[in-house]
């Protein structure tokens, strides 16, 4: 196999460690029975949290340069200009648009209500059973939806531990241009992220967190192999405070003031998680792509009935289009909605600037609103059925007190 490198350091001889591991010269293991008369100052504590830490990408200096990559530090890339060329086709016929929805009876509405008191278990459904209707206001809310579905390409150095996998270098040549990498989402409007390796980036650099020992500095001991004994902090000597403060053998120790590591086993080092313990490491431009659905709606809805509800049900789709870039409604019987479209669709315009925009689509829905007015015991009240599911929305129900306390 051919392996590219570039790096001095990759024709050393490894496998010897080369920084300092000093247990050997505190002559481990020590002589039995030697009492020392002070505390080992030398010997580190245990650290409590030995995990080494989180390793950098190598050195910058270190790492090849090549064009049409940006800065590396994961930040998207600017999409190439071309992609809106889209913008410039031309606008589409304009569709007749009905907005009529379904006006809800009064069986309907009975029902529908006696539903919603069938769910609250303290409401009572006299009310409900007995209510004359005074009268029924239909009307429509519009519900105008717009999504963008784009894609963002985020290139960043990566590595791996080298173990022999194959390289592609700049040997195999120039690494084409971040845009130019194939890479096709699973679905449109289906969030979704991949990760490429660029092609011909890659080559074999030492183990920058090791320097291409596979082995490091334990993080517990500081390299000593040794820590000192928690039970007589080092002194070789616990005290009996039963008996005057008495001295006593450690048993932890053997009196010795010290322990061996327990991570990495007395021997100072261990191994490079970083580079897997092989010392060399396959480092390459990795290009992260995602797509991404950028939603924003409105809603037109001229009752007293909370707007966010209209988000909820279902209703008649009276308008849609997908298209590379859709354009802005300009037609439809309500003008908030023309609007909404406008404002919307120059904002997503304008709103992604290191994001190709792949397709568009915006919708409206009509969505049938019945207020109703009811009379109760010479008592006024309305509430609203919305939706095809005909929900109900009764702030102002009598009887929302089965026990009679509430009860006009
Ligand atoms: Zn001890
Ligand atoms: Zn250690
Ligand atoms: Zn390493």
Redesign the pocket.
């Known amino acids: 196999m051919f392996i590219y490198s570039e790096s001095p350091y990759l024709n050393r001889t490894q496998g010897q460690p080369q920084f300092a591991c000093t247990h050997g010269q505190q002559s481990y293991p020590p002589n039995q029975g030697q009492q020392p008369s002070k505390v080992l100052d030398d010997d580190p504590d245990e650290n409590p949290n030995p995990q080494p830490p989180s390793p950098s990408v190598p050195p910058l200096e270190e790492l090849n340069q090549f064009s049409g990559y940006g800065n590396m530090d994961g930040t998207p890339l600017q999409p190439p200009p071309s992609y809106n060329e889209a913008l410039h086709l031309p606008p589409p016929q304009s569709q007749d648009i009905t907005t009529t929805v379904p006006v809800v009876s009064e069986e309907q509405a009975r029902t529908a209500l006696l539903n919603h008191v069938s769910q609250n278990c303290c409401f009572g459904s006299k009310a409900a059973n007995k209510m004359k209707f005074t009268n029924i206001l239909p009307s429509s809310a519009f519900h105008y939806s717009l999504e963008s579905y784009t894609e963002k390409r985020s290139p960043k150095w990566a590595y791996e531990p080298y173990h022999g996998q194959v390289i592609d270098g700049p040997f195999n040549g120039a690494a084409p241009f971040p845009w130019d990498i194939e890479a096709r989402p699973p679905a449109l409007f289906q969030s979704h992220t991949v990760n490429r390796e660029v092609p011909h980036t890659a080559s074999i650099k030492p183990c920058h967190d090791c320097i291409g020992l596979g082995r490091k500095r334990c993080c517990n001991c500081r390299g000593k192999g040794m820590t000192r ?4 902090k ?3 000597y ?1 005290f009996d405070y039963r008996i005057n403060n008495e001295r006593r053998h ?1 048993d ?2 053997n ?3 010290r ?1 061996r590591c327990s991570v990495c086993n007395a021997h100072g080092q261990t191994e490079c998680l970083t580079c897997n313990a092989r010392g060399q490491l396959k480092c390459f431009i990795r290009l992260t792509i995602e797509w991404v659905v950028h939603h924003d709606d409105h809603v037109v809805e001229r009752t007293s009935l909370p707007d966010e509800l209209i988000r909820t049900v279902s209703g008649e789709t009276v308008f849609k289009q997908e298209l590379p870039r859709v354009w802005p409604i300009n037609h439809f019987p309500d003008v908030n909605i023309i609007e909404a479209s406008n404002n919307l669709v120059q904002r997503h315009l304008t709103g992604f600037q290191a994001e190709r925009v792949i397709m568009q689509r915006q919708k409206v829905r009509a969505v049938p609103v019945a207020n109703i007015h009811c009379q109760w015991k010479n008592n006024s009240f309305s509430y609203f059925v919305y939706g095809f599911e005909h929900k109900v929305h009764a702030p102002d129900y009598p009887q929302q007190c089965c026990c009679g306390c509430a009860v006009l």
């Open positions: 004994c928690k039970k007589c080092g002194r070789g616990t450690c932890s120790c009196s010795r003031g322990v």
